[in-house]
């Protein structure tokens, strides 16, 4: 049998190119190894999981088995790959074996980055970026009344939104002065935490923290303006960092990823990357949507049709019921101002080059309405 198509990883972005490749090739050798239990889940899950009251077993939605099956592949679950080797097109697994690639994708996500902090406590704090991970928190959850979460991001404020269907009050804290204040302009950052604070939430602006010590009462967390609070739990969620190491040992060039081209092939012939792991063409996006549109272009192009990606405008849907919240931030030095129109139940917000063409926008409450409208008069990410 000549040797199998090999996607490390079982996260979205493996599932995902493993079914769009399989519509296109239904019998060419096809292998997923990865370091976990590889059921396939959606992990944006987590962070609703708690008001969706869905424990981390029902987040399960098809064992490695029956994906197996459905996709005609061998599925190695907690298995690690240790090292590529490029010239002889082969993996290197944990316990020495040596598996033959004819084509190797790497899927394997990122790294929650974690703060450096003081405090004989510190290791106690926990992220949340798997569904192993979100066992721990659930089990954690039993009985805690107040939770700190560190970083007022996108997924900070997703899981205090959620904690509040547990009847834990959340404390957010950041170090800038309102929520995902690098999508948000802020006027909409203060309407999205007035919102999140009459739900419940708690903020602490302009502070970072600094310790965690373990107190009678729970765990102490000092912030850098020397005051200090007292949880059951502290959860990071200071942003994500694209697992490269692998990569970077095989001689792969990375940057903020694996570098990628428009075809999502690395520096290195019949290796690519995708998901949060890729950089392409200097895009990391650890989003849905980009994954969706990297799995086709890359099942084709292993399927035989050489395929680049492109990525349309791809708004994101921020899971905070408090204040429903649709973002689509301008790119990376976009020349431009925002214009923010507050309503009764809403805000909108676009941001406009001096020409009047739209660059991007945030919609809030009632103003997530015209997602559809406006989503077509955004310019497309990658052409
Ligand atoms: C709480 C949360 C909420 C989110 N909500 C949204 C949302 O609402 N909308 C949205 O668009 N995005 C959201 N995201 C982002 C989205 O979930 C990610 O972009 C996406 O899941 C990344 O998929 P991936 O397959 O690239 O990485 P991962 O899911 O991290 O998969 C990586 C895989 O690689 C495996 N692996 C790593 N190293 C090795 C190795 N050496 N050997 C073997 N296997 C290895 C891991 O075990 C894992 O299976 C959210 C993320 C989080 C954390």
Redesign the pocket.
């Known amino acids: 049998m000549s040797a199998p198509v090999i996607i490390?990883?079982?996260?979205?972005?493996?599932y995902n190119l493993a079914r769009e490749f399989r519509k296109l090739d239904k019998t060419s050798a096809l292998m997923l190894?990865?370091?976990?239990h590889?059921g396939f889940y959606s992990?944006?899950m987590?962070?609703n999981a708690l008001s969706a009251n869905k424990s981390a077993e029902q987040l399960i939605m098809k064992t490695a088995d029956k994906m197996a099956e459905e996709l005609n592949a061998t599925i190695l679950p907690h298995?690690?790959?240790?090292s590529i080797d490029v010239e002889h097109q082969e993996v290197v697994l944990g316990d020495d074996t040596i598996l033959p690639y004819r084509d190797l994708v790497l899927?394997?996500?990122?790294d929650p980055i974690r703060l450096p902090l003081n405090g004989q406590a510190a290791a106690a704090v926990l992220s949340?970026?798997?569904l192993d991970d979100f066992t721990q928190f659930n089990r954690q959850l039993d009985g805690a009344r107040r939770v700190a979460i560190l970083g007022a991001g996108?997924?900070g404020c997703?899981?205090a939104n959620d904690l509040l269907a547990r009847d834990i009050t959340p404390i957010v804290i950041d170090p800038a002065t309102w929520p995902l204040s690098r999508l948000l302009p802020p006027e909409a950052g203060a309407y999205l935490a007035q919102k999140l604070s009459d739900a419940g939430v708690q903020f602490h602006w302009g502070v970072t923290a600094h310790s965690v010590e373990t107190v009678d009462a729970g765990l102490q967390v000092t912030l850098s303006d020397q005051s200090s609070l007292v949880v059951d739990l502290v959860l990071s969620a200071v942003g994500l960092r694209a697992?490269t190491e692998?990569a970077a040992a095989a001689g792969l060039s990375v940057n903020r990823g694996v570098v990628v081209n428009q075809y999502l092939q690395t520096s290195q012939p019949h290796v690519y990357a995708?998901?949060?792991?890729a950089e392409v063409l200097g895009l990391n996006l650890?989003?849905?949507?980009p994954?969706m549109q990297q799995a086709r272009a890359l099942a084709a192009t292993l399927a035989g049709t050489e395929t680049s990606v492109k990525y349309p405008a791809m708004p994101?849907?921020v899971?905070t019921p408090a204040c429903p919240t649709v973002v689509a931030p301008p790119a990376l030095g976009a020349v431009g101002e925002w214009h923010v129109e507050p309503s009764e139940t809403g805000m909108l917000a676009k941001f406009s080059a001096a020409d009047g063409r739209l660059l991007g926008f945030a919609l809030l409450g009632s103003a997530t309405a015209q997602r559809q409208a406006l989503t077509p008069d955004l310019p497309v990410v990658l052409a």
Request: proline fraction near 4%; hydrophobic fraction near 55%; charge should be neutral.
């Open positions: 490390i990883g079982s996260g979205l972005a493996a190894v990865s370091r976990d590889a992990k944006p987590l962070s298995t690690t790959v240790v899927a394997l996500g990122a949340v970026n798997d996108l997924i997703e899981f697992r692998l995708v998901g949060d792991c650890p989003f849905v949507f994954i994101v849907m899971k």
